[in-house]
T-cell receptor, first 117, second 115 residues
Framework: DADVTQTPRNRITKTGKRIMLECSQTKGHDRMYWYRQDPGLGLRLIYYSFDVKDINKGEISDGYSVSRQAQAKFSLSLESAIPNQTALYFCATSAGGARQSSYNEQFFGPGTRLTVL | AQSVTQPDIHITVSEGASLELRCNYSYGATPYLFWYVQSPGQGLQLLLKYFSGDTLVQGIKGFEAEFKRSQSSFNLRKPSVHWSDAAEYFC?????????????FGGGTRLMVKP
């Protein structure tokens, strides 16, 4: 079974609709992240969470919100989707602390391809 | 703030030929450096990472990368490319002693392999 799962894998929606993308992990990691990928721009950070009570905005948080329901679950919401939010969205996790073997290594889910018409 | 540049958006090589993908980073201290690969329809898989020590690091699938501090580079290499290596490759830099485990990604290089 995959360590980091994302649902749905593909979604087509219309402008103005509310959309939720979900991420679950079985790695026992404290830290979770949401990125979007656009051609030529690589991955850009939307939100990140160090634990259930700690949520932070990333580079491009406008138009998005998140919820950390449990250590293992981190959801991304688009309150009113617009076409320029069409992208590939990735969830990632990482361990906390300063152990060098795991520090900064992030593990990615398979991605959700979102199309906003 | 750190940044990563991958100068080549697309690269095409023949199967069996050698490969080098370029990555330049900007960061004030010694960074953590990573290469990820994204195969079509897949998530990102870590190929290799540099934290400290030997500047030539070995990764999975026969890839290696060399950290050159003087050039702020971390280029990815493979001596003989296989058709299955066709994918998009991302270089990323992590800030050392950053409690956030934050990564900054380059724009990616798409590799195509000719038979």
């Amino acid at each position: 079974d995959a360590d980091v799962t994302q649902t749905p894998r593909n979604r087509i929606t219309k402008t103005g609709k509310r959309i939720m993308l979900e991420c679950s992990q079985t790695k026992g990691h404290d830290r979770m992240y949401w990125y979007r990928q656009d051609p030529g721009l690589g991955l850009r950070l939307i939100y990140y969470s160090f634990d259930v009570k700690d949520i932070n905005k990333g580079e491009i948080s406008d138009g998005y919100s998140v919820s950390r329901q449990a250590q293992a679950k981190f959801s991304l919401s688009l309150e009113s989707a617009i076409p320029n939010q069409t992208a590939l969205y990735f969830c990632a996790t990482s361990a906390g602390g300063a152990r060098q073997s795991s520090y900064n290594e992030q593990f990615f889910g398979p991605g959700t391809r979102l199309t906003v018409l | 703030a750190q940044s990563v540049t991958q100068p080549d958006i697309h690269i095409t090589v023949s199967e069996g030929a050698s490969l080098e993908l370029r990555c330049n980073y900007s960061y004030g201290a010694t960074p953590y450096l990573f290469w990820y690969v994204q195969s079509p329809g897949q998530g990102l898989q870590l190929l290799l990472k540099y934290f400290s020590g030997d500047t030539l690091v070995q990764g999975i699938k026969g890839f290696e990368a060399e950290f050159k501090r003087s050039q702020s580079s971390f280029n990815l290499r493979k001596p003989s490319v296989h058709w299955s290596d066709a994918a998009e490759y991302f270089c990323a830099v992590g800030a050392k002693y950053n409690a956030g485990n934050m990564l900054t990604f380059g724009g990616g290089t798409r590799l195509m392999v000719k038979p």
